[in-house]
């Protein structure tokens, strides 16, 4: 049986296609996400939502056993983690954690950082922090055990490897954003997948 991961930034509060992740779960009830999450909304920060908005959403998200939970940075902002000083990202990853348990959402320690710029010092900190770090397999690796996908979502499927490991957006621009691969998704994904979490695999 083949083994699959499907990874998807930018879940947040504002996100949208949340709709189109659930009628995929319908399609492939043993679908298991993994969800590189931003755990402070810009858009609650410039007053485009509601804080209720943000508690109803984790509060939705808790209750999703088949999403496992990633940082994927603080708020999303450019550059956010091309950070040299080592006390800098010391309290970024204090800040981004405290931002998590704020919204009593529960995460695993592999981090992405937004737009994949993460600074050497950044990313030797979080891994001091016990994290793996998600690197992007078009960019030259800077560490050995970082998680690398092998498949965009808007791809044919890779039938040779052994274990996919899937990469797409929540919502965006990208071309693997959801909506845009949602239908092909349906027959692209074998029916015997067997779905994993990037935890089940570090
Ligand atoms: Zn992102």
Same mark, same amino acid.
């Given at each position: 049986?083949?083994?699959?991961?499907i990874?998807?930034?930018?879940?947040?509060?504002?996100?949208?296609?949340?709709?189109?992740?659930?009628?995929?779960?319908?399609?492939?009830?043993?679908?298991?996400?993994?969800?590189?999450?931003?755990?402070?909304?810009?858009?609650?920060?410039?007053?485009?939502?509601k804080?209720?908005?943000?508690?109803?959403?984790?509060?939705?998200?808790?209750?999703? &056993?088949?999403?496992?939970?990633?940082?994927?940075?603080?708020?999303?902002?450019?550059?956010?983690?091309?950070?040299?000083?080592?006390?800098?990202?010391?309290?970024?990853?204090? =800040?981004?954690?405290k931002?998590f348990?704020?919204?009593?959402?529960?995460?695993?320690?592999?981090?992405?950082a937004?737009?994949?710029?993460?600074?050497?010092?950044?990313?030797?900190?979080?891994?001091?922090?016990?994290?793996?770090?998600?690197?992007?397999?078009?960019?030259?690796?800077?560490?050995?055990?970082?998680?690398?996908?092998?498949?965009?979502?808007?791809?044919?499927?890779?039938?040779?490897?052994?274990? =996919?490991k899937?990469?797409?957006?929540? &919502?965006g621009?990208?071309?693997?954003?959801?909506?845009k691969?949602?239908?092909?998704?349906?027959?692209?994904?074998?029916?015997?997948?067997?779905?994993?979490?990037?935890?089940?695999?570090?």
């Amino acid at each position: 049986m083949r083994k699959i991961i499907i990874d998807l930034d930018d879940f947040q509060p504002s996100a949208v296609n949340l709709d189109l992740l659930l009628k995929l779960k319908e399609h492939f009830p043993k679908l298991k996400i993994s969800a590189f999450t931003i755990p402070i909304d810009a858009n609650l920060i410039f007053g485009k939502i509601k804080k209720e908005k943000v508690l109803e959403w984790a509060g939705l998200m808790r209750k999703l &056993d088949w999403v496992e939970f990633y940082p994927h940075g603080i708020a999303h902002t450019p550059n956010e983690w091309q950070v040299n000083d080592k006390k800098k990202v010391e309290a970024m990853i204090k =800040v981004m954690e405290k931002a998590f348990h704020d919204l009593d959402l529960p995460f695993k320690k592999v981090f992405k950082a937004p737009f994949w710029q993460l600074s050497k010092e950044a990313g030797e900190v979080l891994r001091e922090h016990g994290y793996i770090i998600a690197e992007d397999r078009n960019q030259p690796r800077m560490f050995d055990d970082s998680y690398v996908y092998n498949w965009s979502l808007e791809e044919d499927f890779p039938k040779d490897e052994v274990l =996919v490991k899937g990469h797409g957006h929540l &919502d965006g621009e990208s071309e693997n954003a959801l909506d845009k691969v949602f239908l092909d998704l349906h027959y692209k994904l074998p029916n015997d997948a067997e779905f994993k979490f990037i935890s089940e695999v570090i």
